[in-house]
C-alpha cells in the first residue's frame, strides 16, 4: 500500500506543481510585506538622522542670529523647531515596535499540508 500522497503524485501532478507554485506565490507575498515594513522604518531612521542634523546646525544659526542682532525673533524658534518636530516623528516611526510575524502565513500552511498528510495516511489504515 502506497502512501495518498504517492498515488496523487502519479495520478495527477498538475495538482503538486499548482501547490508549489501557490506556496511560490504566497512567499513572494510575505517577502514583500516584509520588505515594505523594513524599508519604511530605515528610511524613517534616515529621515531622523538628517533632520537632527539639520536642527542642530539650525539651532547654531539662531543662536549666532540671535547674538549678533541682539533681539528676539519668533523665527528664530520656529525654524529649528519644525527640524527638530520632524526629526522626533521620524524617530517615532523608525523606532515604534512593528507586528512582524515573519512568514506565519507559510508556517500555517505548512502545517496545514502536514496534517492533512497525517489524516489521509490514518485514513488509509496507516
Do not use: C, K
Not at 500500500?1 to 496523487?8: A, E, V, W
Not at 495527477?12 to 522604518?41: F, K, W
Not at 541682539?70 to 523608525?94: E, N, T
Request: hydrophobic letters at 60%; zero cysteines; a negative charge.
Amino acid at each position: 500500500m502506497l502512501h495518498p500522497i504517492f498515488s496523487t503524485v502519479l495520478g495527477h501532478p498538475e495538482l503538486i506543481a499548482d501547490h508549489v507554485a501557490n506556496y511560490a506565490a504566497l512567499a513572494r507575498l510575505e517577502t514583500a510585506q516584509a520588505s515594505r515594513g523594513l524599508i519604511a522604518r530605515v528610511v524613517a531612521g534616515a529621515l531622523a538622522a538628517a533632520s537632527a542634523m539639520l536642527a542642530l546646525g539650525l539651532i547654531g544659526v539662531a543662536a549666532m542670529l540671535g547674538a549678533l542682532h541682539g533681539s528676539f525673533h519668533w523665527v528664530l524658534v520656529v525654524v529649528p523647531g519644525i527640524a527638530v518636530l520632524i526629526a522626533l516623528v521620524s524617530a517615532y516611526v523608525a523606532s515604534r515596535p512593528s507586528e512582524f510575524h515573519a512568514f506565519s502565513d507559510i508556517r500555517a500552511q505548512l502545517d496545514a499540508d502536514v496534517q492533512a498528510l497525517h489524516l489521509a495516511g490514518e485514513g488509509r489504515g496507516h
